[in-house]
């Protein structure tokens, strides 16, 4: 949930990238870092896993004058204990879950989203409540891959959560499923905001 200071007009809000391990979480933060915040991420250890984290001002304007302080997070590795995915959760307004889609991995991503809805059900976590988008990676590495098929393997609804998809090239755009999160906290932003005036 995104948090207002009145009195300084920023909201601060908090977004983490969770998923299968190994998928190219930490790649998808770092490009966030070096597009917004000037290549700065902060690592840590944690119960076996590495915790990558950024943050930065949005660069665009809310509709008040205010800027959104966002802080992306990312688990990289595969931590001893479920805690490290529940405490990432803590707090969060927006969500990307990423999946590596080549074949000997698709087990993984079941599970992964399993583990998810698990976890937000154990800790009355609306994923409901808030931006969700799927980010399907190295789809390069699975030829004849297929979005919809990926989405029906999930068991995830057609059209129900939006979807990006991206290979392992160099440069290759790996921030649209975080921005499409960030946009979508920033408008509801703005629609709380406007359901406040009386």
Not at 178 to 194: L, P, T, Y
Request: proline share 6%; with cysteine.
């Amino acid at each position: 949930m995104a948090e207002v200071n009145e009195e300084s007009l920023q909201v601060d809000a908090k977004v983490v990238l969770v998923g299968v391990p190994d998928s190219g979480k930490a790649a998808i933060l770092r490009q966030m870092a070096q597009r917004y915040a000037h290549d700065s991420v902060l690592t840590g250890e944690f119960a076996e896993a590495r915790v990558c984290r950024t943050g930065f001002f949005w660069p665009e304007l809310l509709p008040n004058g205010g800027r959104l302080r966002l802080e992306l997070y990312a688990l990289s590795g595969k931590p001893l204990y479920n805690a490290a995915d529940e405490l990432l959760l803590e707090c969060c307004a927006g969500l990307v879950f990423v999946a590596d889609v080549r074949e000997e991995r698709l087990y993984e991503a079941r599970e992964a989203l399993r583990s998810l809805v698990f976890n937000a059900g154990r800790n009355r976590f609306e994923l409901d409540a808030m931006p969700v988008a799927l980010h399907y990676t190295r789809t390069d590495h699975h030829p004849g891959f297929v979005p919809e098929q990926m989405d029906q393997w999930l068991g995830i609804p057609p059209g129900s959560v939006p979807r990006f998809v991206s290979g392992a090239a160099p440069g290759e755009n790996l921030c649209e499923a975080v921005e499409w999160v960030v946009q979508k906290i920033a408008s509801e932003v703005v629609m709380d905001e406007e359901a406040a005036v009386p």
